[in-house]
């Protein structure tokens, strides 16, 4: 099989797999148990912090360790609205964020919070500009995502950071879930930016794990609380063996980082070079450096989505139609909405998502298969080539 | 860039006439002991300046750990290249093209030791400075304050470019200052108290009440690791722990509880003064600082020092808990100290603790312990380690839990 769709999630390591394995087997203790064999849990999760605060160049206290990128992006949004009510109400996102922020918006919208939605350009990305002019006196919060999930935008969190430097109690959050390894640390890590969402799962780590990184003194209220752990801000029995594991999967994602990106643009430009040139094939991806080496969004015009991810998979590829969080519900990209894409067009989008153990072979089985399906299409859709 | 060589700038001991050898000579072995693990460096302490040779150790760490020995103005990264013309030049304008930035102004300023080298200080100013103009578009020549000034210096064994300036820790080298002793608990404020003490030149040994199973073997664990954190701004740091547990059931069965912190405080200054004295050291540092706690106001330190006559400094005195935590996170000490351990402090607090407790009261209580012999009890018990810059107590299964990661 051959397997695309590493937006969704990702294969867990077997090297990670056995640190689980181990820590479950041999360090199961509870971390907060006073004695000695809590006590050695209680290490092992802090040197799994240190490690993850090293590799990203920042503080122990800053490293706080979550669920996935679900929790950490409701926690950030709904925890900065609840610590700072009484100094404003209005919160600013864009339209092509995660469901996560998105609902999480609307769930504080019903509660009275007012929020902003920024529109994207013709490449899905947000103008500092509207922001300039979305921000009020009463903006307690700006969520902008590292890199879209549905076609891999990077976002110009820079020239964000930069403008809110002017608006210094403004919390600034990063959803970088799809971010983390893929050469932009330097872009997340701006020097302005107070949270970051991180999600395990999309880099070879176990489900249910993830953290989020918050800057030192910028505070966010708890929303599980209980016996006070994660510095009482995220309560309940530390998940030990699974953080330990994340620990190693993030090692081993910045490991030769640099590489693992040039490999994974290079895969991806070859499938984007091959199919571009088909009538029918409307690109959303960009060949350039201002979108994620690992997304290729496209549409096969006149073709459902979903018919191109099952015809793929008869040939033993995986790909997705644009999130794995929307497929399901038959509902037309969020991120292609936004960017004005008619629905005839983006209900016919399929997304194709690598990692760092794709290979060049495996791009040359998808354009050969693309070939021989692209024919079937042809006959299949409604629309006439352009 | 790639540095070869560190050059370091000499503080505040550049003023102080005679004693300048010592100073130089206490900086240039501080200088050696926190960066004894990069094994290939070479120091020269010379009159003037230090000279750190890299021999491929990575620049960046051991800048950082330069920045924070006390005694230093600042340092500058250089790069050392052969006595050619065309290679100054090149080097030149290849630092100054790494630290362009759009309206930059620079000069260069080149100092000459080898005088037979082929040409003078202006000529090589000149000859550089327009190579450079000519390699890095929009920069621009200024001769009053420029953003950078490049200083190339000619020397016998090369010639040495550089161009950053990284401040230092000032203050004076740790020794120069004398010698004390520092009441450690193990909080936020004595980590941050012993640094201002290092600050000033003093070297310090710590001593850490310790009082199993009252405290734990964490809290100590902890106590120590802290102490490996402030050693990396002085080098090595005696750790001298003193078994409390005694004195503190002795204490709690015999005096009353409004008087229980002042007595044990008494105490415990006591025994520190009494180690201070044998160790020939000359002062008592604490971590107090006024108004925080039952035992730091005015009355209290009164009614507790008034067992010494060794001077009682308290760097923290009058500074806030929030300046306080600042400097703990710039020391790195602030993540350690809120581990939550409970140490000799905690443990014995009894509810309402006597915030200003008499002097008079506080010796008749005391008359109901043995004071004398517990004293010596307690001093006679100590047991001392040296503590190395950095070194980790808390985690003894580091290594085995890094094969795990």
């Known amino acids: 099989m051959i397997y695309f769709d590493n937006s969704a999630t990702t294969m867990a390591d077997p090297e990670v797999i056995s640190t689980y394995d181990a820590v479950s087997k041999q360090i199961w203790g509870n971390p907060s148990s006073l004695h000695n064999f809590g006590e050695q849990a209680f290490n092992l999760l802090e040197q799994s912090r240190q490690q993850i605060a090293d590799l990203l160049g920042v503080s122990l206290s800053e490293i706080l360790f979550t669920s996935g990128g679900t929790e950490g992006d409701n926690w950030i949004l709904k925890g900065t609205a609840l610590e700072k009510r009484q100094f404003g109400n209005h919160l600013i996102t864009t339209a092509v964020e995660h469901p996560a922020i998105h609902n999480s918006m609307e769930q504080l919208k019903d509660l009275g919070f007012e929020v902003t939605y920024l529109p994207v350009d013709e490449h899905g990305r947000i103008n500092v500009a509207d922001l300039k002019a979305a921000l009020r006196p009463t903006t307690i919060l700006v969520s902008v995502m590292a890199v879209n999930n549905e076609i891999g935008t990077i976002q110009p969190l820079k020239e964000v950071g930069d403008l809110l430097k002017d608006y210094p109690k403004v919390h600034f959050h990063v959803d970088a879930v799809q971010g983390i390894g893929k050469g932009i640390s330097d872009l997340i890590f701006n020097d302005r930016v107070d949270f970051i969402t991180f999600s395990g799962h999309k880099f070879h780590a176990p489900r249910g794990t993830g953290f989020i990184y918050a800057k030192r003194g910028k505070r966010i209220a708890p929303l599980l609380s209980g016996g006070g752990q994660e510095r009482n801000l995220r309560s309940g029995t530390e998940n030990v063996p699974a953080i330990a594991a994340m620990a190693k999967g993030l090692r081993l994602l910045l490991t030769d980082e640099d590489k693992k990106v040039a490999q994974q643009r290079a895969i991806r430009d070859h499938i984007l070079d091959h199919v571009k040139n088909y009538p029918l094939v409307t690109l959303f991806s960009e060949e350039n450096e201002s979108f994620a080496p690992h997304i290729l969004c496209f549409a096969i015009r006149g073709v459902r989505g979903e018919t191109i991810v099952h015809a793929f998979e008869e040939q033993g590829i995986f790909i997705s139609t644009t999130s794995a969080c929307s497929s399901k519900k038959h509902m037309a990209s969020s991120t292609l909405s936004a960017m004005r894409i008619p629905e005839a067009i983006s209900t016919s989008a399929i997304r194709v998502s690598l990692d760092e153990h794709n290979t060049m072979a495996e791009a040359d089985e998808f354009n050969a298969a693309f070939d021989k399906l692209y024919d079937q299409f042809k006959k299949l859709s409604n629309e006439t080539a352009k | ?405």
């Open chain 2, 1 to 405: 860039m790639n540095y070869s060589e560190i050059m370091v700038r000499y503080g505040e001991l550049s003023t102080k006439g005679k004693n300048r050898k010592d100073f130089i000579r206490q900086l240039g072995q501080n200088v050696r002991q926190s960066l004894q693990e990069f094994e290939n460096l070479e120091i020269k302490a010379q009159h003037d300046r230090l000279h750190v040779t890299l021999n491929g150790e990575p620049d960046d760490a051991v800048i950082k750990r330069l920045s924070g020995v006390f005694g230093i103005e600042n340092v500058s990264p250089s790069v050392k290249v052969e006595k050619d013309v065309a290679v100054i030049k090149q080097t030149a304008a290849a630092m100054m093209q790494e630290q362009f930035v759009p309206g930059m102004t620079f000069k260069i300023n080149t100092r000459r030791q080898d005088h037979d080298f082929e040409y003078d200080t202006n000529q090589l100013n000149d000859m550089v400075g327009g190579y450079v103009l000519e390699k890095v578009p929009g920069i621009k020549v200024q001769m009053k304050k420029p953003d950078v000034i490049l200083r190339v210096e000619v020397r016998l064994n090369g010639v040495f470019l550089s161009s950053e300036i990284i401040e230092g820790a000032g203050g004076l080298p740790v020794g120069t200052g004398g010698r004390a002793v520092m009441m450690l608990s193990g909080g936020i404020d004595s980590p941050v108290a012993s640094y201002l003490a290092m600050k000033r030149g003093v070297k310090l040994d710590m001593v850490h009440f310790f009082s199993p199973p009252y405290t734990s073997y964490q809290a100590l664990a902890k106590a120590k690791e802290l102490t490996g954190k402030v050693a990396n701004f002085g080098g090595d740091i005696q750790f001298i722990q003193v078994p409390f547990r005694k004195i503190q059931e002795e204490i709690k069965e015999k005096v009353p509880e409004g008087y229980l912190m002042t007595i044990q405080r008494r105490m415990m200054l006591r025994i520190t003064a009494a180690i201070a004295e044998a160790r020939h050291t000359k002062g008592i540092f604490t971590g107090e600082s006024l108004g925080q706690v039952a035992s730091q106001t005015l009355e209290s330190m009164m009614a507790i020092n008034d067992v010494t006559t060794m001077p009682v400094l308290r760097p923290l005195v009058s500074m806030d808990k929030d300046e306080i935590i600042k400097i703990a996170e710039k020391i790195d000490t602030y993540d350690l100290s809120i581990l939550p351990f409970e140490d000799c402090c905690t443990i014995f607090t009894p509810p309402a603790p006597k915030t200003r407790p008499d002097l008079e009261k506080s010796r008749n209580f005391e008359k109901l312990i043995d004071v004398d012999a517990l004293v010596k009890e307690a001093v006679d018990g100590i047991e001392i380690v040296n503590i190395k810059p950095n070194e980790t107590f808390l985690n003894k299964q580091e290594d085995v839990f890094a094969e795990l990661l």
